[in-house]
Nanobody
């Protein structure tokens, strides 16, 4: 069974950058579309980016477009989320998830990691 582990979160100053990693075990990650989601305190989980399992197509939410970049390294069985120009409103727990479908619908994602905290504060 596919297992996902996120890493790379932390405390960063506004304007800073982070690279989140989503490492997979138990199965081959390239078979899955991978989504990145975040959940801030008191808010619903929202999708921020995803990458397909076929042609490498990517999608980013309007709120992060131009600042977030998703990529995958199938040889390392890992997907990355590069986050630049961090803002305080980006503070959240970030999750990666795997789906058989390339979609932004949270309900279509079957496998989830435990999350990594990103805090943007001066």
């Amino acid at each position: 069974q596919l297992q996902l582990v996120e890493s790379g979160g932390g405390l960063v100053l506004p304007g800073g950058s982070l690279r989140l990693s989503c490492a997979a075990s138990g199965s081959t990650l390239e078979n899955y579309a991978i989504g990145w989601f975040r959940q801030a305190p008191g808010k619903e989980r929202e999708g921020v980016s995803c990458i397909s399992n076929s042609d490498g197509s990517t999608w980013c939410a309007d709120s992060v477009k131009g600042r977030f970049t998703v990529s995958r390294d199938n040889a390392k069985n890992t997907v990355y989320l590069q986050i630049n120009g961090l803002k305080p409103e980006d503070t959240a727990v970030y999750y990666c998830a795997a789906s058989w479908l390339y979609t932004v619908l949270t309900s279509e994602y079957t496998y989830w990691g435990q999350g990594t905290q990103v805090t943007v504060s001066s």
